[in-house]
């Protein structure tokens, strides 16, 4: 059981490149969720998925783009990296319908720079 | 908009001894979740014990206690018998009905056990 798996875990882009974060969970959770962490600023939502080919957005959207075409599987894309696009970037995901009860069970993180 | 704050940007204990980290939160909701998560140098988080709003015993979790005070809305975690290996970045997570499926997280408070 790996839980969840974040692919990959280290990343350096240059501005206005693209790429896409992968996360993977094998719990059979039906919620997913990407955060970024920030120094000084702990973690804030980006965007999450509430089921299969469902999204929304979260606190910070802007930049980001997100897709949930199978339930085990939760990518972020940023279409044109930005310097303050560099964090750490973590998915998490959920069991439960009432989902602001439920543990989140956090991936490993990707470190992202963006010179 | 939910806050969460965690004044204590840094704390360190001696091994065996006890510490208590403070959160504090701000809210109109009544049906909410607290939750205390662990982030070790791995980076990856893990939860630590959580509370539901509408019970008044504070909850435990072995050595982890909180100090539930909802009328002032503040949010303890409490270490006993500090070990090497809880040495990490504690952060404090709110989850509440109205704000659906997004948390908010505090700062965080970066622990150091001292042997």
């Known amino acids: 059981n790996a839980g969840v798996t974040q692919t990959p875990k280290f990343r350096v882009l240059k501005t206005g490149q693209s790429m896409t974060l992968l996360c993977a969970q094998d719990?059979?959770?039906?919620?997913m969720y990407w955060y970024r962490q920030d120094p000084g600023m702990g973690l804030r939502l980006i965007h999450y998925s509430v089921g299969e080919g469902t999204t929304a957005k979260g606190e910070v959207p802007d930049g980001y783009n997100v897709s949930r075409l199978k339930k085990q599987n939760f990518l972020l894309g940023l279409e044109s990296a930005a310097p303050s696009q560099t964090s750490v970037y973590f998915c998490?995901?959920?069991?439960?319908?009432?989902?602001?009860?439920?543990?989140?069970?956090f991936g490993p993180g990707t470190r992202l720079t963006v010179l | 908009a939910q806050t969460v704050t965690q004044s204590q940007p840094e704390m360190s204990v001696q091994e065996a001894e006890t510490v208590t980290l403070s959160c504090t939160y701000d809210t109109s909701e009544s049906d909410y979740y607290l939750f205390w998560y662990k982030q070790p140098p791995s980076r990856q988080m893990i939860l630590v014990i959580r509370?539901?709003?509408?019970?008044?015993q504070n909850a435990t979790e072995n050595r982890f206690s909180v100090n539930f005070q909802k009328a002032a809305k503040s949010f303890s975690l409490k270490i006993s018998d500090s070990q090497l290996g809880d040495a990490a970045m504690y952060f404090c997570?709110?989850?509440?009905?109205?704000?659906?499926?997004?948390?908010?997280f505090g700062t965080g408070t970066s622990l150091t056990v001292i042997p």
């Open positions: 719990m059979n959770h039906e919620y």
């Open positions: 998490a995901s959920s069991y439960s319908g009432r989902g602001w009860t439920d543990t989140q069970y």
């Open positions: 997570a709110f989850g509440g009905s109205n704000t659906g499926n997004q948390f908010y």
């Open positions: 509370q539901e709003a509408y019970k008044q």
